[in-house]
């Protein structure tokens, strides 16, 4: 089982950035697929964004070009770059990372956007 770790959530104006971070117990990049998913109160779990183990990097039509998924296989981290952030961003975020075998998440960063 593959721990993660999500940080770099907070208190946003509109308009603004955040980076969210998830570093995973160790190097998995090469067999899993991570994906950022979002969950706000009173509505299901989506799908924010994903990389691939090809590094195709498919994004929700919401996030579209504001969004940015990166990893870095030195620090066995995966990035959320989020900007132009709108108050319906506001939700808490999850890490996923997802194998034939195996499905982790971590415990969540929040993320409010308000003025």
């Known amino acids: 089982q593959v721990q993660l770790v999500e940080s770099g959530g907070g208190l946003v104006q509109p308009g603004g950035s955040l980076r969210l971070s998830c570093a995973t117990s160790?190097?998995?990049?090469?067999?899993?697929?991570m994906g950022w998913y979002r969950q706000a109160p009173g509505k299901q779990r989506e799908l924010v964004a994903a990389?691939?183990?090809?590094?195709?990097?498919p994004y929700a039509d919401s996030v579209q070009g504001r969004f940015t998924i990166s990893r870095d296989g030195a620090k066995n981290t995966v990035y959320l770059q989020m900007n132009s952030l709108k108050p319906e961003d506001t939700a808490h975020y999850y890490c996923?990372?997802?194998?034939?075998?195996?499905?982790?998440w971590g415990q969540g960063t929040q993320v409010t956007v308000s003025s």
């Open positions: 990389i691939t183990r090809g590094g195709s990097t």
């Open positions: 996923n990372a997802r194998s034939v075998a195996a499905n982790s």
């Open positions: 160790r190097s998995i990049f090469s067999t899993y697929v």
